[in-house]
C-alpha cells in the first residue's frame, strides 16, 4: 500500500520579483504582488508546477533526468472525445514569502529605438516587495504518493534536480526578474490533518465537516468563456470521487479513475467491505455554513414569494405552497409578488436559513507555449474560488464549515461495524484533498446527521396534504422521451407520473413550484442512454411539491423512506441500466451522489407568522 510523502521546498529569489495572479488593481498600479485568501504574498502552486513541467522536460530530453513519466506526474489535457481525469499525481501548494513585506514601486518602460524617447502607453508600474538586490525565501510543499521510502526519495530527487534546473520564478523574467538563487529540498512522510482518536458508534448516518485551508473550486455549468465560477454547494459526487481517488492513490492504482468495487482487486485486499459497499454508500452534497454553525443550511423554497405590503414590519415575504394557488393582497399599491428570479435581494432571507456568505477571489492562469515562451492564444482563463472564510469574519476562527453526511447501506450490524471500521481507517491515513484544484482540508466527524436550520412539522401530512421540497438538484423524468411531446407538454402530468411512481401510487400532486435546468455536454455524452445526443434535464433545488395521500399511513411511511434516503431515478431511465451496469454508470444524478435531497413540510410552509419570528431573531 502507498503512503503519501511531502517534499518540502524553500526557494531563494533574488529582487526584483513579481508574480501576479488576477487579484484587483488598484489605481496607478499596472501589476501587483499576488496574495492568497490570508492576505499573504505567494507564489501560486499552479506557476511553480508549471515551472517544474517545463525544467523535468529539458532534463528528460538531455537524458540527465530518466524513466520519469512527466504526463502521469504533472497531469495532461484530455484529448477530444476524453472524459475521463488525467490528473496529475503531484499536488503543489502555494510557495509562501517568510520575510517582511517592504513595498515600493518598480517601473519598467520601452524606449523608442529612433526618437530614443518613450514610446507611447509602455509605461508600465509594478509592485516591489522588498528592496532590488535582496534575497526573499519562499517555502511550499509537493506532495505525491509513493509505495516505500525508496521509491519517494528517487521521485523526490528528480524533482530536486528539477527545481535547481529553473533560473527564474514570476513574470518579467526577461528583465532579470526573480533570479533563482538557492534551492533547499527535504522528504518526510506526509501527516495526516485528522487522526480517529476513538470509533464512533455505529451507525448509518455519519456527519462530515470540511473546513478548507486553501482556495476551492467547484465545477458547474461551463459556460463559453474565460471566466470560470465557483459552485457553492460541493455535490456529493465530487466527495465521493475523491474518495474514490484518494483509495486508488493508497493502494498504488496508477489510473486514478478506476471503480471502486469489488473486481479492483488492489482496493479490495486492503478494504474488502468498502470495495464491494461503495457505490451504495450515499454522500451528501456539502453545504456551506457561517463559522461556527452546527445546523445544515436549508434550500429556499420557490414557493416562497416577495410581496411588496405597505407600512409593514414584516419581512415582505410569503410562502403559498399550503394554501391554494393565488397570490396575497396588493394591498393597493398595484404591484404584482415576485418569485425568486425576479428578487432583486432577499433581504437576509438566505442567511436565515443557514447560508454562509461565501468570499470569493480571483486566479488568472495561462499555458505557455515551450518554443515561444509566450502565452498560448485562447489558453488565457480566470476562475473564481471560494476562499476558506466567511466575507464578515476574517481570522482563523472565521472559516466556512461545509457539512454533509455519509449514509450506508442498509446490512447487518457486525458487517455495518467492518464498514465503518474501514471508513475510519481510510481517514487516518490522511484523505485531504478535494475539488478541480485539489483544495486541502480537514474533516471532522460528528455521529448522525446535523440538524437542519428550518425545522419541519412533526406531522407528515397536514390536512391530507404534505410539502416537499428538494434540497438539491434531483432527475425526476427523462427529456428525451419527452422530446417527442413537447407541443402537447403537461409538466403536472410529468411530476405527477413521477411521484406516484415514487410512492408506489399512495400520493397524488396537487400543485407544484418548480424550475429546471439542463445538463449536458460530457455529462450527456459519456453517460448517454440512447444513440442520440440529449442533455440531462434535472428539477433545480428549491422546487416545491404539495401532495395528496390517497392513503395516509402508506404515504406517511414512503415518504419518511424518501427523506432518509433521496429520491429514486424515474422509473423509465431505471429500466435503460444494463444489467452488467450499476446506475451511477449510466446516470451521475443519483441518490448516493448526494442528489435528490428532500425536506418534509418545513415551517416556512405552514407557519403564517414564520417570517415575522425571523424578523425578531435577527433584531
Known amino acids: 500500500m502507498n503512503r503519501s510523502y511531502e517534499l ?16 484587483d488593481v488598484t489605481r496607478g498600479w499596472n501589476r501587483i504582488f499576488y496574495r492568497n485568501s490570508d492576505g499573504k504574498l505567494a507564489l501560486q502552486g499552479s506557476h511553480v508546477k508549471g515551472k517544474l513541467r517545463e525544467a523535468i522536460n529539458e532534463l528528460t530530453k538531455m537524458n540527465i533526468v530518466k524513466s520519469v513519466n512527466v504526463d502521469e506526474l504533472f497531469g ?44 507611447e502607453n509602455f509605461l508600465q508600474v509594478m509592485e516591489n516587495i522588498v528592496p532590488s538586490g535582496s534575497l526573499t525565501e519562499w517555502n511550499g510543499k509537493i506532495v505525491f504518493f509513493a509505495a516505500d521510502d525508496n521509491a519517494a526519495k528517487s521521485i523526490a530527487n528528480n524533482l530536486t534536480l528539477g527545481v535547481k534546473w529553473m533560473t527564474a520564478m514570476g513574470g ?29 458508534p455505529v451507525n448509518r448516518d455519519l ?31 465530487m466527495i465521493k470521487g475523491a474518495l474514490a481517488k484518494f483509495l486508488n492513490q493508497l493502494c498504488g492504482i496508477n489510473q486514478l479513475a478506476n471503480v471502486i468495487d469489488a473486481q479492483n482487486q488492489p482496493v479490495e485486499q486492503q478494504f474488502p467491505i468498502l ?61 404584482a409578488p415576485l418569485f425568486q428570479i425576479d428578487w432583486k ?34 489558453k488565457l482563463y480566470t476562475f473564481q474560488y471560494l476562499t476558506p472564510y466567511a466575507k464578515d469574519k476574517q481570522t482563523t476562527q472565521g472559516k466556512v464549515r461545509w457539512l454533509a453526511y455519509v449514509r450506508f447501506p442498509e446490512m447487518d450490524d457486525g458487517k455495518l461495524q467492518m464498514l465503518t471500521d474501514e471508513f475510519y481507517r481510510i481517514m487516518g491515513f490522511g484523505w485531504n484533498t478535494m475539488g478541480k484544484r485539489s483544495a486541502r482540508f480537514v474533516c471532522h466527524f460528528v455521529g448522525g446527521r446535523s440538524p437542519a ?24 423524468f427523462d427529456g428525451s422521451n419527452l422530446a417527442s411531446q413537447r407541443n402537447n407538454l403537461d409538466l403536472h ?8 411512481h415514487a410512492t408506489k401510487q399512495s400520493c397524488e400532486l396537487v400543485r407544484f413550484f418548480a424550475r429546471q435546468k439542463l445538463m449536458g455536454g460530457y455529462l450527456a455524452k459519456r453517460y448517454r442512454l440512447t444513440p442520440q445526443y440529449y442533455p440531462f434535464v434535472l428539477t433545480e433545488a428549491g422546487s416545491v411539491f404539495v401532495l395528496r395521500a390517497k392513503n395516509i399511513e402508506n404515504a406517511t411511511n414512503y415518504l419518511l423512506r424518501l427523506q432518509e434516503d433521496g429520491l429514486p431515478l424515474p422509473n423509465d431511465i431505471a429500466q435503460r441500466v444494463p444489467s452488467d451496469k450499476q446506475p451511477w454508470q449510466v446516470c451521475p444524478f443519483v441518490r448516493e451522489n448526494g442528489y435528490g435531497e428532500i425536506n418534509l413540510n418545513l415551517t416556512c410552509h405552514w407557519d403564517e407568522n414564520f417570517f415575522t419570528q425571523l424578523e425578531g431573531d435577527c433584531q
Open 172 to 200: 518579467a523574467k526577461g528583465s532579470g526578474c526573480g533570479r533563482l538563487e538557492e534551492v533547499q529540498a527535504g522528504l518526510q512522510p506526509a501527516q495526516p490533518t485528522e487522526q480517529i482518536s476513538a470509533v464512533l
Open 76 to 119: 495532461k489535457e484530455n484529448g477530444a472525445g476524453q472524459y475521463l481525469p488525467e490528473t496529475a499525481a503531484l499536488l503543489f501548494t502555494d510557495f509562501l514569502y517568510a520575510g517582511k513585506e517592504e513595498t515600493s514601486k518598480l517601473t519598467k518602460v520601452s524606449i523608442n529605438s529612433q526618437t530614443g524617447a518613450s514610446k
Open 275 to 335: 470495495a464491494e459497499c461503495f457505490s451504495d454508500i450515499h454522500f451528501s452534497h456539502a453545504f456551506p455554513t457561517p463559522p461556527g454553525a452546527t445546523a445544515r443550511p436549508v434550500t429556499l423554497p420557490f414557493s416562497i414569494i416577495q410581496v411588496s405590503a405597505k407600512n409593514s414590519s414584516k419581512k415582505p415575504f410569503v410562502d403559498v405552497a399550503s394554501k391554494a394557488f393565488s397570490f396575497p393582497d396588493d394591498n393597493g399599491n398595484g404591484k
Open 207 to 237: 456527519g462530515l465537516i470540511f473546513e478548507f485551508e486553501n482556495d476551492l473550486f467547484v465545477g458547474g455549468i461551463t459556460k463559453k468563456t474565460s471566466y470560470a465560477e465557483s459552485q457553492q454547494v460541493i455535490p456529493g459526487a
Open 345 to 378: 435581494s432577499d433581504d437576509g432571507l438566505k442567511a436565515d436559513f443557514g447560508w454562509a456568505n461565501c468570499e470569493i477571489i480571483n486566479k488568472t492562469r495561462t499555458a505557455i507555449d515551450a518554443k515561444t515562451r509566450r502565452a498560448k492564444a485562447d
Open 493 to 500: 402530468r410529468v411530476y405527477n407520473d413521477y411521484w406516484q
Open 8 to 23: 518540502k521546498v524553500k526557494l531563494t529569489l533574488k529582487a526584483p520579483l513579481i508574480s501576479s495572479g488576477g487579484g
Open 453 to 476: 436550520k428550518i425545522l419541519s412539522s412533526s406531522d407528515v401530512f397536514k390536512n391530507g396534504e404534505a410539502v416537499v421540497s428538494l434540497q438539491t438538484d434531483a432527475l425526476l
